[in-house]
């Protein structure tokens, strides 16, 4: 875990009473200087536990991932109307440099935004030159309700990756011939959890 306090992460049971026990994560004002954020960014993210640098996940440029996830957003979320509010992500290896992709919620109405990243020659500590990043409107999340995601990424750092993101069975973007991830990154990984 990632957190200011131990509790901000916790195995609880399912408040709706569907899904037996889940993980609840919370991010409370304050929660700023946590693993590398600053004193503006809050933050409580889950990894993968004993993961070391170079070995979180070791996704690749070239590889295809399929993977699947539930979220449930509690009916008093709120969130500054920005859309750095980041929920889950595939992280770079190393710090400083942007996530190649990561699905983030903007405003009290929980709006979802994606946000792909790459290109470039990875480097250790800063940001490519060369790379670029778009972002997609998704759609907004229905508060308290379970939703279900899937979502398949092809890394290419040269533009021809791809991602598809489904929720609760419905498509909500199939984009193409994208840059996702740096040429040369040792190994991307999977976070969960709220950075804003």
Request: include cysteine.
């Amino acid at each position: 875990d990632r957190a200011k306090e131990p509790d901000r992460v916790a195995y609880v049971p399912d408040p709706l009473g569907q899904r037996g026990t889940v993980q609840r994560i919370e991010v409370r004002p304050g929660d700023t200087n946590v693993f590398g954020s600053t004193s503006q960014a809050e933050r409580a993210s889950v990894i993968r536990a004993g993961a070391q640098q170079g070995d979180l996940g070791g996704f690749l440029n070239g590889q295809t991932l399929v993977m699947s996830w539930s979220m449930m957003i509690d009916s008093n979320f709120t969130s500054p109307p920005r859309d750095w509010n980041i929920f889950a992500d595939i992280h770079a290896s190393g710090g400083k440099i942007g996530s190649p992709w990561q699905i983030s919620l903007s405003g009290d109405e929980a709006k979802l935004r994606l946000r792909l990243y790459g290109g470039g020659q990875w480097i250790d500590g800063g940001q490519p030159a060369g790379s670029e990043f778009k972002f997609f409107t998704l759609g907004t999340v229905t508060k308290n309700k379970w939703h279900d995601f899937v979502t398949q990424v092809k890394f290419d750092c040269t533009g021809h990756g791809f991602t598809r993101i489904w929720m609760d069975g419905n498509q909500l973007i199939d984009a193409a011939e994208q840059k996702i991830g740096y040429c040369g990154d040792p190994g991307m990984y999977w976070k969960q959890g709220f950075y804003r």
